[in-house]
């Protein structure tokens, strides 16, 4: 008959080759490791910061510029001819445009993986070879890349007190930016509210007829009098003279004195007035302020957090002229270094209260403290991968290294544990340590690899969401691959050669108050000796280059310091241990008493494995069916960056006075505002004002302020009818702006569209999960269209083109040439007096000047304007015309992509999808699009990561029906993870997903700890006495492991700083996850194991040791 410390010596009698060496080679052990950790000390200073991944999509934009062209115009003439083109082009997945007045941008977007530099070329190529299908008279088409980057990272403003703006203009783009621009990482700087220097010449038209001469001659004869070009050069026996002509205009006077008719002796004067203006392209205030913006952009290999400080450290240390001020309005910067610092808050804080768990379940500081130190050793291991992957510290990756504070410890935790349970057995330390470690060695192997099987298939997962998961799959890979060799090989050498503690009691506490002649005698006897010595030697040292050389003779007390650091050290390690002792003696009276009567309960249970496992598939079925189609999916979370965006957008043809006026409305709510701290407005043909705000704890969220703000504000705006207010969050996330949905209206024919829009508007509206809704066919102008009449063309020499020139110059000037003074180019525009234009009228009365006849004509006579009411612009997705809805829906609306179906089906319902129009989203990056695409693609990764999980389980077990027991608990985590979400609020997000890949194997690990020993012990004990006895055994490691991930996702639940909410998903299921299958292991995977196993396995001639104990 065999004890159970028999039957255990039977079952492990061999020591693990790799512990073997590791313990016995320490010095090399120690040597490797160390060196892992300098390397990640080393990068983790050296890796940039910044708030999300950099992910680049390669998206290609084509902009075109028409003055003047009306946006039916430039859809058919220029927009339809670049989609057209640019359409060949490979890897394309959407082409978007937008035509407006006198505006043609086409956006081209290609699949994640193609390179963007080979797109630009091959487009440029495409649009190349379009451009003499397009109007003369266009400006050449623009192609670039876009890239998030080009976002400003910081905004300024710059004011000169009551120095004009247009000399603060000439200063900040002559003379700041170029500094600026030396600063590393600067890509592009923008500016608003910089006054444009012009020289104008207003044509008289009265005088164009009295001299028969047409702006186009004027235009010419500027253009052709502005010359500045090589002549040629004449060679002689000694020199070279080189000639050149420079006539280029230098002020008024030589623009006035332009000859345009030298027949008739006309110049420029002649004609009209000439004028030097500073013309106000917009308006820019800081705090109602009038400024000149900066606005910031960054290279896409840079940092922004670096850039930021670069700049603002360059701006510190200018001598700005007189009067001259700078306000920052607008760092971006802030949200990201708030939230990082947030996310390394509760790095520190996870790993104080695991430090906390682990000595109270171990009881002895030597040994917890040997565990927590395998933290900082396996996290190091992240911050290395980083660096050689080109990644950042972001919210991603420091998530996965929050995270891995939970996960890297728990094969310490079982290793350490084991080796306690064998010291407590009576066995030496060193042989306890190789024979704990062996013991255990598979288990956590097995577990470790369960984790990484998920995870690192995972990281490799394509396309937008892919990206997001490489970075947090990796980082945590490295750190949990790292900390299983760091628990086998270095965990065990710290261990077996650590001292034991001295086990100080409450008494030695006591007495050491009584210590303080021993303690001044030790001091006294080792301050000679080596480090002791080594010490004084740095103090003075120390003292010598700080000059303080009148404290050296303190240095005779040194002896007497050391007495009083002893003394007061260990009384304060005395203290620490009896409290530890105590706190460690209350939490092993719990376990055991829990442990005792969780296998008491085991023991019944196993008689009644059917009704467990009934309950647990019934559990399992009713959170599937109702729980999961009630739970919301975004992308990114809905987060608080501390500013706010009120948007105004205007009719066109608004006035920037009327413009101005709105914003001084919204400037003056806004400054009353308690939680405002800047304010930065920009009008030109719409309003933009952003707004910074006070820290997230002293404020409601950005959602309610959006609220709030567009409430108030839509009431003070009342009186302004034509205005499209909005209010939305600087922040990334699902609902950034004011619309909850955005979704488009698509059809070959633009006619269908605009019928169709008013009654679809009409009836999303009448929809009762709907608040508002707009659409953008909605806003439409009045447009005065000029049709020629060809009969009244015959025979005067004039073309349509030719009065279309001519009208435009009139109307919006046309440049003839530059001014150049020092060293600066201004614009030379040639325009009619806008005091002479008065309406449509005016313009027909206006000359045209026939060649064939030698007389003017009046543009009446050749033509009429029609007005038609048209779109302000034209949209198309993928060539075919769209329409955005824009839908705010109610509290209590569904799901987002449920309530895309609703909306869908019930348009299908009334009738209004006629053929050829369809409802979708008109871009796989928007919040609805990626939202879909996670619902969608989320679950076809996990059963991916869950099958690969499975493949390594059967390998390792060289079995195909364990692993199925090992991932039960998977099932039950997830359902878990899932009803704590539903119970919460706020649905899953990509952060959320990355949880519940987690939970694969982080909810395997504790079946895989408790069906080795199980296994191990088949054959040898009763089957049953088995599954108790590994359960009794396990028990302790099992809470730890599971305490401690829970620990780890309980400060991102609770946490409410900037940037909180990107965490805040995945904590919960994280937490929800590991309580449930925790719990549910316990009884759910010895009930399956034994209603399935025990007539493969039962051995009656193995005696129970129940009976042996009797």
């Known amino acids: 008959m065999s004890t159970l410390k028999e039957i255990e010596n039977q079952i492990f009698d061999k020591i693990n080759p790799a512990i073997r060496f590791s313990v016995t080679r320490y010095v090399l052990a120690i040597a490797i490791f160390v060196a892992i950790v300098v390397f990640g000390l080393v990068a983790t200073l050296s890796l940039g910061v910044d708030l999300m991944p950099s992910i680049t999509i390669p998206v290609v934009n084509v902009s075109t510029q028409y003055t003047g062209a009306s946006p039916t115009v430039m859809d058919q003439q220029i927009t339809q001819i670049i989609e057209n083109a640019v359409s060949t082009a490979s890897g394309i997945t959407d082409i978007n445009s937008s035509s407006s007045i006198g505006s043609s941008r086409v956006t081209v977007l290609f699949d994640i993986t193609t390179d963007k530099n ?118 002689t026996k000694n020199t070279t003279l080189t000639f050149a002509t420079q006539n280029t205009p230098e002020n008024l006077d030589q623009i006035r004195e332009i000859m345009v008719d030298s027949a008739k002796g006309v110049q420029v004067k002649d004609l009209g007035a000439v004028r030097d203006v500073a013309e106000d392209q917009d308006y820019a205030r800081v705090n109602g302020i009038p400024v000149v913006l900066v606005s910031i952009q960054r290279t896409a290999d840079s940092n922004s957090v670096a850039v930021v400080d670069g700049v603002k450290k360059m701006l510190a240390t200018m001598d700005l002229p007189k009067g001259y001020h700078v306000m920052v309005s607008n760092d971006t910067t802030g949200a990201i270094r708030a939230s990082i610092n947030n996310t390394f808050r509760e790095l520190i804080m996870t790993l104080i209260v695991v430090g906390i768990i682990v000595l109270l379940f171990l009881g002895k500081p030597n040994t917890a403290f040997s565990v927590i130190l395998a933290v900082p050793i396996a996290l190091s291991a992240s911050p290395i991968l980083y660096q050689l992957m080109g990644f950042s510290f972001n919210l991603v990756s420091l998530l996965a290294m929050v995270t891995a504070i939970g996960i890297v410890v728990d094969d310490s935790i079982v290793v350490a544990e084991n080796v306690e349970r064998y010291r407590n057995m009576g066995v030496p330390q060193k042989e306890a340590v190789l024979k704990a470690g062996s013991e255990v060695f598979s288990a956590v192997v097995a577990a470790t690899l369960s984790l990484l099987a998920v ?165 399992l079925t009713t959170v599937v069916v109702f729980l999961v189609p009630r739970i919301q999916f975004n992308f990114l979370p809905n987060s608080d960056a501390g500013t706010l965006t009120i948007t105004a957008r205007f009719p066109p043809g608004t006035s920037q006075d009327y413009a101005n006026a709105v914003a001084s409305r919204i400037e003056t709510f806004v400054q009353n505002r308690s939680e405002v701290v800047t304010y930065q407005t920009v009008v030109s043909d719409n309003v933009q004002i952003t707004v910074t705000l006070i820290p997230v704890e002293k404020r409601p969220n950005v959602t309610a302020l959006s609220q709030t703000y567009r409430g108030q504000l839509t009431g003070l705006l009342k009186d302004f009818p034509s205005l499209r207010l909005s209010v939305g969050s600087g922040g990334f996330g699902g609902n950034m702006g004011a619309s909850s949905i955005q979704l488009s209206m698509v059809s070959f024919d633009m006619n269908v569209l605009l019928r169709s829009n008013a009654a679809i508007v009409s009836a999303i509206q009448q929809n009762p999960y709907v608040a508002d809704v707009s659409s953008s066919l909605s806003d439409a102008s009045l447009e005065n269209d000029f049709i020629p009449d060809q009969n009244k063309l015959k025979g005067t020499g004039i073309t349509s083109q030719t009065i279309a020139n001519l ?165 039950l985590a997830i359902v878990g993870a899932l009803s704590v979400v539903w119970l919460v609020g706020g649905g899953l997000d990509i952060f959320g997903l990355m949880g519940m890949l987690m939970l694969i194997g982080l909810s395997a690990k504790n079946a895989i700890l408790y069906l080795e020993f199980v296994v191990e012990r088949l054959g040898k004990m009763p089957f049953r006495d088995a599954l108790v006895e590994a359960a009794k055994l396990r028990f302790r490691p099992i809470i730890m492991t599971a305490l401690t991930t829970l620990v780890v996702s309980l400060p991102l639940v609770v946490s409410n700083g900037q940037g909180a909410e990107f965490g805040q998903r995945m904590g919960i299921v994280i937490f929800g996850g590991i309580l449930f299958s925790t719990i549910l292991t316990f009884f759910v995977v010895p009930a399956a194991f034994y209603q399935f196993e025990r007539k493969r396995v039962g051995d009656p001639s193995v005696p129970s040791l129940e009976k042996k104990e009797e």
Request: proline share 6%; charged share 10%; no cysteine.
């Open 118 to 235: 080979a797109v630009l070329q091959q487009v440029s190529a495409l649009v190349n070879s379009a451009v003499r299908r397009l109007p003369t008279g266009i400006q050449a088409p623009i192609v670039r890349t876009f890239d998030a980057n080009s976002q400003p990272v910081i905004q300024f403003g710059v004011s000169g007190g009551g120095i004009p703006l247009v000399d603060v203009s000439n200063y900040v783009q002559n003379s700041l930016a170029p500094l600026l621009e030396r600063v590393p990482g600067v890509a592009n700087i923008t500016f608003n509210g910089a006054p444009a220097r012009q020289f104008q010449v207003l044509l008289d038209p009265a005088k164009l007829r009295f001299y028969s001469l047409t702006p186009a001659q004027v235009v010419n004869a500027i253009t052709g009098s502005a010359l500045n070009q090589p002549i040629g050069s004449i060679t």
């Open 455 to 619: 995870l690192l298939p995972i990281s490799f997962a394509g396309g937008y969401i892919g990206r997001y998961l490489m970075q947090f799959s990796l980082g945590l890979a490295a750190a949990v691959g790292f900390s299983l060799l760091e628990a086998i090989l270095f965990l065990t050498v710290r261990l077996a050669y650590t001292p034991d503690s001295s086990d100080l009691t409450w008494k030695d506490f006591l007495k050491s108050f009584s210590r303080v002649r021993p303690a001044l005698a030790w001091g006294l006897r080792v301050w000679k000796q080596g480090p002791a010595v080594v010490l004084a030697l740095v103090i003075l040292g120390t003292l010598a280059f700080l000059k303080l050389y009148l404290w050296m003779p303190l240095m005779v007390l040194y002896p007497l310091v050391l007495g009083i650091l002893n003394y007061f050290v260990f009384m304060g390690l005395s203290l620490f241990e009896s409290l530890t002792e105590l706190l460690h003696g209350w939490t092993e009276w719990v376990v055991e008493h829990v442990r005792d009567a969780y296998a008491r309960g085991l023991e019944k249970m196993l008689g009644k494995s059917v009704v467990v496992l009934v309950a647990a598939v019934v559990f």
């Open 807 to 971: 009208l435009q110059t009139y109307t919006s000037g046309t440049q003839a040439s530059n001014v150049v003074t020092g060293g600066v180019g201004y614009p030379i525009m040639v325009q009619i007096d806008p005091n002479s234009l008065s309406g449509s009228q005016s313009l027909l009365d206006l000359p045209v000047y026939s060649s064939t006849l030698q007389t003017n004509l009046q543009v009446g006579q050749l033509g009429s304007f029609v007005l038609n009411q048209k779109p302000n612009s034209i949209a198309r997705y993928n060539r075919q015309y769209t329409g955005t809805l824009s839908i705010n829906l109610k509290p209590n609306a569904p799901t987002v992509l449920k309530m895309q179906d609703l909306i869908v089906q019930d348009l299908k319902d009334r009738g209004l999808l006629q053929s050829g129009l369809e409802i979708t989203t008109n871009s796989r990056f928007g919040s609805v699009a990626l939202a879909s695409q996670l619902a969608n693609t989320g679950w076809q990764v996990f059963l991916l990561a869950f099958f690969l999980a499975y493949l390594v389980m059967a390998a390792q077990f060289n079995s195909w029906r364990y692993p199925v027991y090992l991932l039960l608990p998977v099932p």
